[in-house]
């Protein structure tokens, strides 16, 4: 099958064939902890749920943040397909330019078990909104430089008494929200 490979470290996108089988995808990481991005329209996007506590390198596709490795597959209905992505197409999207905030934030949170991607419930207007921590970063990055340092600073003491990450994300989430009115 093809498949399209993006490695943040030589900041190159290659094509490889990869047969999938029950743990290819774990083969590929040599991890079985793999977080499935669908942010790619008809693709999707394997990555290493491990590579925040191994500090691998971040970097954006589109939007999306994504740490270490990346292996994009078609996707079809819940099958994996061959890419349909260009390699140029994909490269692209691509901009390993990640700055201070993310970098600082990320470093914090090394240290801990959390996981961007998983999804957590907030309220907006009586509605239960689904989000997760990668978007809480996006969220406060776009936030002034105050608002920033605050983040880091409340997240560091969260760090430090030992208090649960995912509720102060999901406390930031919520707070994001309340402010959007």
Not at 67 to 79: K, P, T, V
């Amino acid at each position: 099958m093809q498949a399209l490979t993006i490695n943040p470290l030589t900041q190159e996108v290659e094509t490889i064939d990869i047969e999938i089988k029950a743990n290819s995808i774990y083969t590929f990481f040599s991890s079985i902890l793999i977080d499935e991005l669908e942010s790619i329209k008809e693709h999707v996007i394997y990555c290493d749920a491990n590579a925040l506590s191994e500090k691998k390198r971040a970097y954006f596709l589109g939007e999306q943040l994504i740490l270490g490795d990346a292996l994009i597959l078609g996707r079809y209905d819940f099958d994996d397909v061959d890419v349909k992505i260009k390699k140029e197409e994909l490269a692209s999207l691509i901009s390993y330019d990640v700055n201070a905030f993310y970098t600082k934030v990320l470093d914090i949170l090394s240290s801990t078990d959390i996981n961007l991607y998983r999804t957590f419930m907030v309220e907006k207007n009586g509605e239960k909104i689904s989000l997760n921590v990668e978007w809480v970063l996006y969220t406060f990055n776009i936030a002034d430089e105050r608002t920033k340092e605050y983040f880091i600073n409340e997240l560091q003491k969260v760090l430090d008494a030992s208090e649960s990450v995912e509720a102060y994300m999901q406390k930031m989430a919520q707070l994001a929200m309340n402010v959007a009115g």
